[in-house]
């Protein structure tokens, strides 16, 4: 099946810093890719819609300017958490439309 | 509006028994419904996936059914084993949206299996 990455696989940050997160699809193009955040042992809630070449679509509920997305080509999407906080400690996992979606392996953020 | 609703919570069956997940979907406009498995730690993974135009597809111990009239469809596993532990996830959206805001896939909220040796 189609693969994609993503980095780091766990962060731990200072409260007040930025952490960014890398999700690329490595042997297919994406237009499309999503960013979920997964609480433990819970669903997958979708945060925003990547699409290359214009804005991001946030989910409602989503702070835009707290989950910094781009999507500057069709192999990459980042999300940055900014100014990070303790409760933004989660699992945010990345994932691209092929279709059907295909998962990145997930990054553990800690904020201390 | 819960688009797509998945029973059981949880499940538990031995070993060799056949551990059937359920899901509803809202929107007849979907037209692909896969199904992923998701280990501790790690993103979820493809498992198999389903077009509405056919009622049952299998894949190895993996097999889905579908009814479309009742907007329902249900994912099986034969000859359960303790590997298959595991949370499972149903998904419904249409794999091609002429629309942007179409294009995202909507998910159950997980099924934690544990087969018992």
């Given at each position: ?48 819609t ?7 679509t ?10 910094l ?44 | ?7 059981p919570?949880s ?9 059937i997940?359920?899901?509803a ?9 896969p ?25 190895g111990?993996?097999?889905?059914s ?25 998904a ?26």
């Amino acid at each position: 099946g189609a693969v994609v990455s993503q980095h780091p696989s766990r962060v731990i940050c200072k409260s007040g810093t930025s952490v960014k997160i890398e999700c690329r699809s490595l042997d297919f193009q994406a237009t499309t890719m999503f960013w979920y955040r997964q609480f433990p042992k819970q669903s997958l809630m979708l945060m925003a819609t990547s699409n290359e070449g214009s804005k991001a679509t946030y989910e409602q509920g989503v702070e835009k300017d707290k989950f910094l997305i781009n999507h500057a080509s069709l192999t990459l999407s980042t999300l940055t958490v900014t100014s990070a906080h303790p409760e933004d400690s989660s699992f945010y996992i990345c994932s691209a439309k092929r279709p059907p979606q295909y998962f990145g392996p997930g990054t553990r953020l800690l904020v201390l | 509006q819960q688009q797509v609703k998945q029973s059981p919570q949880s499940l538990i069956v031995q070993k060799g028994g056949i551990p059937i997940i359920n899901c509803a979907y809202e929107n007849t406009a979907f037209d692909y419904f896969p199904w992923y498995q998701q280990f501790p730690g790690k993103g979820p993974a493809l498992l198999i996936a389903i077009r509405p135009d056919v009622s049952e597809k299998k894949e190895g111990r993996f097999t889905i059914s579908f009814n479309k009239s009742a907007k329902q469809f249900s994912l099986h596993i034969m000859d359960s084993q303790p590997g298959d532990s595991a949370t499972y996830f149903c998904a419904a959206g249409q794999a091609y949206a002429r629309r942007k805001d179409f294009n995202k896939f909507y998910f159950g909220s997980g099924t934690k299996l544990n087969v018992k040796p």
